[in-house]
């Protein structure tokens, strides 16, 4: 036991290492993007430093987040710390989107009156763009933590990102077309404002309590009707705690007495179908619950 215990917390360091790394290998590279979009004259370079800068936050709040989710729950967060990611989800949205808004107000100012930019100097900044970040989406990229999985796609959205301006700085070195600069900033801009739509729509839910995608009532009643020893499902709740943890309630009616081991059967039929907290409270044969109860006295 100790051994695997041991192994646990080994992999559980190795997630903290591969997160902790990517955030300072990003953020380090926004500084030098920039001081290098400056110096280029380039809004694309300048925007996707933006994106950088709101991918740094997100690995930083990522890599905060995986350290205090090992918090159990206490008197105050009775479910631990999970939920707070999410609170970290919305604030990397809000920067990117102000962010966003800022490049394409300028991007669009120098798509009618295109500026002078260093070609060369975008063309090598993408080449160390490119490197940096495609070293840490290979770090991440077997990752077994839902964190480092999205780390890993960040990463490997900033690799086509530099791309996109590598293939561009060096259209515009051989062709002089400084438009396609600011063209290349909308392209990186919607792009941006695309996911965090995306994200948004993920997080919403989760704070409204739906039930989790793939995770249907009438599926899991299925499930537990198909247990012999099982009459009637009521009061049933499923909600997500966060994109890993599925929540379930329930009051299960049985024709037998209640016994630990039949619990435990529900349990098992509840886990493989992705709910990792059940809570069920079995109901003998003639017992009336309280929340029925409760229904026939408002009646």
């Known amino acids: 036991m100790a051994h695997n215990h041991g192994g ?28 290098g979009g400056i110096l280029t004259n380039s809004v694309a370079i300048i925007s996707d430093a933006v994106h950088d800068f709101g991918d740094s936050l997100s690995l930083a709040l990522a890599w905060y987040f995986q350290r205090k989710s090992k918090k159990g729950g ?23 989107v102000i962010g966003s808004v800022y490049i394409l107000s300028e991007a669009a100012a120098r798509l009618f009156a295109p500026q002078e930019t260093n070609a060369a100097g975008m063309f090598w900044l993408a080449v160390l763009g490119i490197t940096a970040n495609g070293i840490g989406a290979l770090k991440t990229r077997k990752a077994s933590s839902i964190n480092e999985r999205v780390v890993s796609l960040h990463l490997l959205e900033d690799v086509l990102g530099w791309a996109a301006v590598l293939i561009g700085s060096a259209l515009m070195y051989f062709t002089g077309l400084t438009v396609i600069d600011p063209i290349l900033s909308f392209g990186i801009a919607f792009f941006v404002l695309y996911n965090v739509v995306k994200n948004i729509r993920q997080v919403i839910p ?78 003998a044969p003639g017992e009336l619950c309280a929340f029925a109860n409760c229904l026939l006295e408002r009646g």
């Open 8 to 35: 646990g917390h080994g992999h559980s360091h190795n997630h903290e290492d591969n997160i902790g790394m990517a955030f300072f290998l990003n953020f380090s590279f926004t500084i030098i993007e920039v001081i």
């Open 74 to 96: 206490d008197a105050k967060y009775t479910y631990g710390y999970r939920r707070y990611s999410l609170i970290g989800a919305v604030i990397t949205s809000i920067v990117l």
């Open 206 to 283: 989760i704070f409204l309590q739906c039930a989790p995608d793939g995770i249907g009532k009438e599926h899991i009643l299925g499930k537990l009707y198909s247990i012999e020893e099982v009459e009637d499902v009521h009061d049933l709740h499923i909600w997500a705690l966060d994109e890993e943890n599925n929540i379930l309630t329930a009051h299960v009616a049985v024709n037998c007495a209640p016994t630990p081991e039949l619990k435990e059967k529900l349990r098992d039929v509840l886990k493989h179908e992705g709910i990792q907290h059940p809570t069920i409270e079995l109901e």
